[in-house]
């Protein structure tokens, strides 16, 4: 009689065999996990350069030369990258607004140039609106307030900015030089006092609209040039006139309602 063959116990086997799909299934969702960590690291590092171009855009002194097209006299940039500062300020703007700008800001460059301020004052257009940045010296002796030079041209600058319908930005600025022989006490002070008087020549010499300026001072805390040189500090001493373009205009109305 044939004996029956037995058959080998796989039970031990059989109970291993999860093991390789399981591992299987643990490679794929690490790499999963690795490429969702991916995405979202290369996500963050884009949002965090869109911010710092943004904010580049602006603040940078750099982008406002370049889109001014130069000094107060300067006229439109024929380069790549001047058009290319051109197109974004166009899309911020809108053609209309901008248009309107540029017309503004020819009129004050040829007042600028016929008063033989232009080495002197500069105009630019920015995010902001038409900034017209005349150096301290040309108006304030060293630690005062008090306007005592070129309040012809001043009259002019104003005369022309009033027939606009923005809201006028005064800002006052000084270097990081600490003040000593001065009756104010800090940069901020001085800075603020002088965009004050800026506003006050405003509205009692040239009739401007008192609820149309602003005066703000920023002290030494809003450099344009480098401080640790001579040229640097001249820069940052500076009074800056900006006709707000219509984005802030709506915010300004906003808050006095």
Known sequence: ?????????QEEEAGEAWLLPYSDLMTLLLAVFIVLFAVSKIDAQKAQQISEEFSKTMMDKNYNAQASGGGGGGGGS????GGAVNSKLEGFFGEY????????KTEIDTKLHDGEMDQSVSTM???RGLVIRLNNAVLFDSGSAKINKHENTLAEVAGILNTTDN???IEGHTDNVPISRSSYSSNWELSTARAVNVV???VDKCNFPPDRLIAVGYGEYKPVGDNN???????????DIIVLSSKYNNLEERLVK
Do not use: P, V
Not at 1 to 9: D, L
Not at 78 to 81: E, F, R
């Open 200 to 202: 006050t020549y405003f």
């Open 1 to 9: 009689m044939s004996k029956k063959r037995k058959h080998a116990h």
């Open 78 to 81: 024929g380069s790549q990258s």
């Open 97 to 104: 607004e901008l248009k309107k700008l540029e017309e503004l």
């Open 229 to 239: 040189t001579e040229e640097g500090r001249s820069q940052n001493r500076r009074i």
């Open 167 to 169: 809201y006028i930005r």
């Open 125 to 127: 257009i920015d995010m």
